[in-house]
């Protein structure tokens, strides 16, 4: 199939795609790196009768780190998250995670704005920014307001964004100290869509586990804060107890949907194995 008509305007800062959004009377949508836009237009999944091209727009791009964190511009491609050493210092899950994400071609294009806005249940870095506990910083016709990343992924293929606005940048909060985080996914190929996969975050008190962040993929319409396994985790010491209540309480935490490819008890049991490496491997370096 082929796109159906449109019209295509290079947006060179904020201001002027904000305008050009406003003057669409909601017939818009803003294109960065393109690779979830340019296929939803071939299959006529979406009918826009203007693409706004955001990808030149320099207030959209970049790295930085300052007292609040690391700051990642939303038109960032996957392939920087990779290889910049500011992640690598501030933000190494993100680097975890990037390993994972498709294939070098895509990683090259995609953004990492575009791909948190997309919002697709089996991607990594939406498990990633909300265990990171970051903030999404966002543009709009009222101003810009923050929108924390638990409260940002609301559906399937839906975030909290309004119409016409459009993401900024993620502030990713300065790691605690000793912390200690972790990602792996299962896929039946490398590139392939997750089976399932989970970001952790453990931050040590006296010892003890003080705070502990789990958020599953490719197990529910959203990506999947683990609650009752955190609980499990807080207050105690990192051991074979712990890591075993904390792969149990998982059946509390997520409930997969039926799939004629992976049957939900599959999945769930899988999303156990996983959190149970990941925290051994965690395990091995715990002060």
């Known amino acids: 199939m082929k796109a159906p008509p449109f019209a295509y305007r290079l947006a060179e800062d904020l201001p002027q795609a904000l305008d050009l959004y406003a ?17 939803s237009l071939s299959l006529r999944l979406q009918a826009p009768a ?12 970049g ?20 290889e910049d050493p500011l992640v690598a210092d501030h933000a190494p899950l993100l680097v975890e995670a990037a390993r994972h994400v498709a294939h070098p071609a895509i990683r090259n294009r995609a953004t990492f704005g575009g791909n948190l806005v997309l919002a697709d249940p089996a991607s990594e870095f939406p498990a990633v920014v909300r265990a990171l506990r970051a903030v999404l910083e966002v543009e709009g016709p009222d101003g810009a307001r923050q929108i924390a990343a638990d409260e940002f992924f609301l559906d399937l293929y839906t975030t909290a964004l309004e119409p016409g606005e459009i993401l900024r940048s993620v502030l990713i909060p300065p ?20 089976m399932v996969g989970a970001a952790l975050r453990l931050v040590p008190e006296a010892g003890l586990i003080g705070s502990a962040d789990i958020v599953f993929h490719s ?7 683990a609650v009752a396994a955190e609980a499990a985790l807080v207050g105690r010491a990192l051991d074979e107890a ?6 149990a309480a998982v059946a509390q935490d997520i409930e ?3 799939d004629p490819v992976l049957p939900a008890a ?9 959190l149970g490496r990941l925290l051994r491997r965690v395990q091995g370096e715990w002060a």
Do not use: K, N, W
């Open 23 to 39: 003057r669409s009377e909601g017939e818009a949508v803003y294109l960065a790196g393109g690779h979830s836009i340019v296929p």
């Open 63 to 82: 790295l930085s780190v300052g007292p609040e964190g690391l700051r990642i511009g939303a038109i960032t491609p996957h392939a920087v998250l990779l």
């Open 175 to 194: 790691p605690a100290p000793g912390q200690r985080v972790a990602f792996a996914e299962l896929a039946r190929r490398r590139g392939d869509f997750a």
């Open 266 to 274: 599959t999945r769930l049991h899988l999303a156990g194995v996983l």
């Open 50 to 61: 203007l693409l706004i091209d955001i990808s030149r727009i320099s207030a959209l791009a």
């Open 219 to 225: 197990v529910g319409l959203t990506p999947m804060r």
């Open 242 to 247: 712990a890591i075993a209540a904390a792969c």
């Open 256 to 258: 997969p949907s039926e």
